[in-house]
């Protein structure tokens, strides 16, 4: 079965930087890819960037110049850079896995939150 666990959220002042961790058991990043989701009080969870077994990449429009999603397939772990935060980061971010669907696309980062992932227990953004 599959397990992951994120870290490395923390409090930043604004225009900082921070880089999250998924480390995962029973899974393959670098076969399968891997994403990121955040979710603020009362609202829905959305998704922030994804990458694919081939090596695709997909970033929401609000990230796109600022983060960056990598791999480390040795490690089976994954990361999310994030750089020029801003306040409106702030949120809960979750990494998932998934066997099942196509990663690194658009259509995950849109829909993938409502899929059938494997969710880390989140790891808290705060930017001030």
């Known amino acids: 079965h599959v397990q992951l666990v994120e870290s490395g959220g923390g409090s930043v002042q604004a225009g900082g930087s921070l880089r999250l961790s998924c480390i995962t058991s029973g899974y393959s990043v670098g076969v399968h890819g891997m994403g990121w989701f955040r979710q603020e009080p009362g609202k829905e969870r959305e998704g922030v960037a994804s990458?694919?077994?081939?090596?695709?990449?997909y970033y929401s429009d609000s990230v796109k110049g600022r983060f960056t999603i990598s791999r480390d397939y040795a490690k089976n772990t994954g990361y999310l850079q994030m750089s020029s935060l801003k306040a409106e980061d702030t949120a809960m971010y979750y990494c998932?896995?998934?066997?099942?669907?196509?990663?690194?696309?658009?259509?995950?980062?849109?829909?993938?939150?409502?899929?059938?992932?494997?969710w880390g227990q989140g790891t808290q953004v705060t930017v001030s």
């Open positions: 990458t694919g077994g081939s090596g695709r990449t």
């Open positions: 998932a896995a998934s066997p099942f669907y196509n990663l690194g696309s658009r259509l995950y980062v849109l829909r993938g939150h409502k899929a059938h992932n494997f």
